[in-house]
Each structure stands twice: as C-alpha cells, then as structure tokens.
C-alpha cells in the first residue's frame, strides 16, 4: 500500500468540510486536485472513504473508521511539516505574516505595504483564515494581524498586542424599508427580520456571539441570517434594504467612504466596553528575534494609523 500523506491531511479536511472547494480553499489547492488526490487514496487504500453527492461529500462508514485510525499519523506528519517550515523561515530570516478580513487590517496591510517593514523579502504577508490561531500556534504563521470579537482566538499559547479596541455593537438599517426608531431602540425588533452580519474572517467570533446572546438573551435567533465577507458588503445590502446590518463595535466610522442612507445605532456598550479588539498576536513563547521584531514593529504602526 502506497498512501501519499498530503492526501491524508486533504482526506482528513475534506471529513471535516464535507466541500471539496472548501477543504481546498484551506489547503491551497483547486477543487480538481482536492478530488484527484482523494480518488488516488481510496485507490491506494482499496476502500470508498466517501460517498460524493452534489453538495459535497460524507464519509462512508469505513472511511470513519479509516479517518480514526489516520488521526494519529496525520497530526504528527502536520506537527512535522509545520516545524520543517518554520525551522527553515528562521534559515533563512522569513517571517510569515497572516492577515485576516478585517477592515483594521486591510488599511493596516496595505500602509505596511508601501513600507520597507513589509516590502522587503524578509516579510511575507498571507492572507489568514478563522483558524489563524491555530496555525499560529503550529508555527504556520509567525505573526497575524486580525481583529476579534470577545475572547475569540486567544489561548494560553498566543500573546497578544491590543492596537484598537470598541466598545459594543452597531446596527444599521434603511428608514424607508424598516420603521425603526433610533431613540427608542428595542433588540429584539430586529429579529423578526433578516440579519445582515460580516463573516468570520471579517469579524472573528461576533456570528457566534450574536447567536448565543439572542438565545440567552431572548430565547430566539433571528429570523433569518445572510452572512457576507465584509463589512461594506453587509452594508450595502441593509442599504438596498434586504435587512438589518450588524457589526462590532462602531462600525459606522469604518463606513465613511460608503455612501448609503442607512440610520444606526450603537447598543450594548455597557456591557460589551471592550468587546471588539484589533492587534498583533504572536506566539507567547516566541524566541525568534526577528519575530518579535516585526511585530514590535507592526504594533507601532497600527498605533499610529489608529491613534490608540
């Protein structure tokens, strides 16, 4: 049995995703290789690990059986590649940069660009997905620029270096398709329409927030929910009034260049005071002078873009 271990790892996602578009935009790859690599293991293996139907794919039952008894394998092949990478970075002086959807860091990236910080061979700016905290911790990034909702992303392995904070949320919508009134405001009126909301990679962990505060809160969701890749995009739909936009913190500054004629209103500051935050995160037994370095150095400029 000749079994290729990268197609381990992709069978292992693809378990996970039940996409192969999704499982290959994770690892890199287009949806035909993402399927010709899953083909070649069952081959390899002799097993039909999943049942493929138009939405994706499932596993079979051996293909569980055959995900358990690989789990092992896999995340030590994972934990070798990631150290090989990173080992080989500190070679040669790289530091691998991850950088989230957010607003804070598209403005961020994007004035390190047109510095020799982040112009120069020795960074290397990726795009970092909802999992960046624990690609960072695997060594897979060295530093990541995100911003993130409540205590999403943190763990006991990764430090962190608060650029920007908010407090609360916002809510916006059209007058002319929603009779809300700003000053005298009711949350759960909104549920009863379509929520608007930025993804994961835009505004780690608030979805998931949103979700739980409306069931503990009030014992519903909403009615329904459309989840979009940026802010300005959910904004734009709440102006073409297809719903109700929400969003961490204040969101309405960063929709300054947007034209719309959406009201708004900014809730739960009270309670949520430093709910949103925007930094630099890095492991937190991080060694690597050239590391600490870049994101020293990444932290001073978003100071000053953002003036904390």
Known sequence: MDVNLNSLLVFGDLAETGNFSETGRRMGLSQPSVSLMIAQLESAVGLVLLERHPGGAKLTPVGGAFLDRTQ???????????GIGSEARRM??????????????????????????????????VPADDRWAADLEAGRLDVVIAGRFLQEGITPGIQEAV?????GMTLAWHPGF????????SFPEILRTTLLIPDNLAALGFGGFLRGWCNHAYGMQGANTVVFGSEQ????????????????????????????????????????PDAYKFGVYCRADERAKDVLKIAAAIGRAGGKIFRL
């Open 72 to 82: 092992e394998v896999c995340a030590a092949y994972s934990a070798f590649k990631d």
């Open 92 to 125: 040669d002086g790289e530091v691998r940069v991850g950088v989230d959807g957010s607003w804070f860091s598209e403005r961020l990236a994007a004035a390190l660009a047109e510095d020799t910080l982040c112009g120069g061979g020795d960074v290397v700016c």
């Open 163 to 167: 650029i920007h904070r908010e407090r």
């Open 178 to 185: 929603y009779p809300f009134d700003g000053k005298s405001f």
């Open 233 to 272: 995009e959910a904004a734009r739909a709440a102006d073409a009034g297809l719903g109700v936009f929400l969003a961490p913190g204040d969101a309405m500054a960063r929709l300054l260049e947007l034209e719309h004629g959406l009201d708004s209103v900014r809730t739960f500051e009270f309670l949520l």
